[in-house]
């Protein structure tokens, strides 16, 4: 017959715990002292927080301040050896010194006759312009759609401002 072997000893350094499966299995007992426990989720009622002013204007992040400190001596050096590095041929340092003297493209101011917009029914002639330059090239489709958006809004303005004149003169009318 085969023997029924004990299991093995623990560690001398393990700890022994007595825990019945109903412990396991059950939650833990809900603290008495709702007070002391850690508010979960949003903590504030919205609109306002702990800093209702928001961090000060002009506050700097302070592991930018210590980067600076620390490079505050050495910039001049660094900066040779990534030129340095950029002629012989490192194409991270390339990149790095060509994104310094020519940064990425914005915004850049484009030239092209644009008529005036007085009313509403001048846009038609400034879109048209607009629509114009774009097929001749003088301006990319991005840069046609951002100033067609910039004459809409116009007209709007246009459109509110005629509406509120026209509410005057009848508030005027109105009046004995």
Do not use: W, Y
């Not at 019945?20 to 833990?28: K, L």
């Not at 979960?40 to 919205?46: A, D, K, M, T």
């Amino acid at each position: 017959m085969d023997e029924i072997s004990s299991p093995p000893a623990p560690p001398e350094n393990a700890v022994q715990t007595d825990i019945s499966m109903d412990e396991i299995s059950s939650p833990p007992a809900p603290a008495e002292d709702t007070a002391m426990q850690k508010p979960r989720g949003r903590p504030f009622e919205p609109g306002s927080s702990g800093n209702p002013h928001g961090r000060p204007k002009g506050s700097r992040n302070k592991t930018t301040m210590a980067v600076e400190a620390l490079l505050d001596g050495d910039a001049a050096a660094i900066t040779r050896k990534a030129v340095e590095k950029a002629l012989e041929g490192d194409m991270a340092a390339l990149r790095l010194c060509l994104e310094r003297i020519l940064p990425a493209r914005r915004d850049r101011p484009v030239a092209f006759e644009l008529p005036k917009i007085a009313t509403a029914a001048d846009a038609l002639e400034a879109s048209s312009a607009v629509l114009a330059a774009c097929a001749e090239g003088i301006l990319s489709p991005s840069e046609a759609a951002e100033i067609m958006d910039l004459i809409t809004t116009h007209i709007r303005t246009l459109e509110v401002t005629e509406i509120e004149a026209r509410l005057n003169a009848l508030g005027k009318a109105r009046q004995p």
